[in-house]
């Protein structure tokens, strides 16, 4: 069974086909008994972590902590797999960038921070293919298109 908690921070209400797309996500990457947690921020607080975790002073849609990263993590034979920010003013402006809507943006930065918090990342070209395939790949599951 997976866990996981949404912090919405009153900055973000209609969220409820998260849980569906996440779901999809853990299933694909054969993930069970895992907990994370979500939690949705300002753009002040995302520049914020921004500045303190990785050094660069702005704005930004996700940040990942993957805690599996130092060692893994498990308590009563659940992972604990971390904490992804999603800046929803960020995420809002990143789906009127791109022309679709909040739904598929919000998914996308959702996705995006699981996978780097069960090892994905996108700093080589190659990884980059195989991260972004996995994304579209889910999002088409969950019946989330652009």
Known sequence: MNEFTIID????????YLEKVLNIALDHEKITNA???IIFVDNTEIQKINKEYRHIDRVTDVISFAFED???LVYNDIRVLGDIYICIPRMQEQ???Y???EKRELSFLCVHGLLHLLGYDHLKKED???MFALQELILNEANITR
Do not use: P, Q, R, V
């Open 9 to 16: 921070n009153n900055l973000y209400k209609d969220y409820s």
């Open 35 to 37: 907990c994370f947690s």
């Open 70 to 72: 130092a060692a893994d």
């Open 95 to 97: 789906a009127i960038e």
């Open 99 to 101: 022309g679709h809507s």
């Open 128 to 130: 980059e293919t195989i």
